[in-house]
């Protein structure tokens, strides 16, 4: 089987007739008659029947067809990135995977902002913990961003070691509970587990058989009457703020993304959420992923800036009102 067969049998089916096809490719009926005769005699299927109409393709021929078209469509692309006719620059190539970040986001936003390559392929990808470590492992990504607490590390840091992936830590940040605005909880200094009860807990959802060390919460929350799963952070924050709902985790907001409609709450008596990025033990990052680590420590700084003055002008809100109330 070769290209060139697979052409003549494309072509036909456009054409309708094998007569109008030969025309068309400027070759002789004889030729491709007998180039395709040959390569129904190889396969062992008939791919049309003739008529004086033209042909009528069989249903073997159909399936082979669809087949013969994706192989011709696979094989232009090929010719368009490694042909004589290609920009011989290769594009520039970055990409990270992380869990839920909007600071990773930020980070890859800053990037792409100040990529000056002519040719780029760069690419971002939210998921759970467990893909992201796959993700580097399987180099489908340049670096993963993900979080350890002092109850999740040890399992975690044994599968980053048992594949030769190093943490490095980035901030340590005090863990939080997102909701609304409007929460009864949203303008208490903290919070404790005891705070939470009866309201509805929203998370995201894992793959079945991932352990529970992998979520994106906070581990170790008492399991709620009301739960709420969900695949994705818009849906997420759509839940939050217009609930009464929450959930936890690191707590960070960035200010050019935050909702103004969620805000988080520091979590009290709890250890701390240490973000941080993953990469292959040893070897040295590459620019565009050193780049990209530099400008995502910058990022998570901002965002830790932006939470705690967000965090303090709440609580303020919450004493005035006591004040208020106690006048």
């Not at 002519?118 to 580097?136: P, Q």
């Not at 985790?249 to 701390?272: H, N, R």
């Not at 939470?307 to 006591?322: I, K």
Request: proline share 4%; hydrophobic share 40%; net charge negative.
């Amino acid at each position: 089987m070769t290209f060139q067969q697979l052409t003549y049998v494309a072509e036909i089916s456009k054409c309708g007739s094998i007569n109008k096809a030969a025309q068309r490719l400027h070759l002789s009926q004889s030729g491709i008659s007998a180039a395709v005769r040959e390569l129904e005699e190889e396969l062992g299927i008939q791919f049309f029947r003739r008529s004086n109409r033209g042909v009528e393709f069989t249903p073997e021929g159909k399936e082979f067809l669809g087949y013969a078209l994706s192989l011709l469509e696979q094989k232009r692309r090929i010719e368009g990135l490694y042909g004589p006719g290609r920009d011989r620059s290769a594009p520039a190539r970055f990409s990270v995977s992380t869990q839920r970040y909007p600071f990773t986001e930020e980070a890859f936003l800053r990037l792409l902002q100040r990529a000056e390559d002519h040719r780029f392929r760069f690419s971002l990808r939210e998921t759970g913990m467990d893909a992201v470590i796959d993700d580097v492992y399987d180099h489908r990504a340049d670096v993963g961003v993900i979080f350890l607490t002092d109850l999740t590390e040890k399992i975690i840091r044994r599968l980053l070691d048992a594949r030769e992936l190093a943490f490095h830590e980035t901030a340590a940040v005090t863990p939080c509970v997102y909701v609304r605005r409007e929460h009864p909880l949203a303008e208490r200094a903290a919070v404790t587990e005891a705070d939470l009860e009866g309201y509805p807990y929203v998370s995201f959802q894992q793959a079945q058989g991932v352990a529970a060390d992998f979520s994106e919460e906070y581990p170790s929350m008492r399991r709620p009457d009301r739960w709420i799963h969900v695949n994705n952070r818009a849906t997420m924050m759509s839940v939050l703020a217009r609930t009464d709902a929450f959930t936890t985790g690191s707590g960070l907001l960035v200010e050019s993304f935050i909702s103004q409609a969620v805000v988080t709450v520091p979590l009290a008596d709890k250890s701390p959420v240490r973000i941080g990025w993953i990469a292959p033990r040893g070897g040295r990052l590459a620019p565009r992923a050193a780049q990209f680590v530099a400008l995502l420590e910058a990022a998570v700084a901002d965002a830790v800036d932006f939470t705690e003055r967000m965090h303090r002008s709440l609580a303020g809100q919450g004493g005035e009102q006591e004040e208020t109330e106690c006048r």
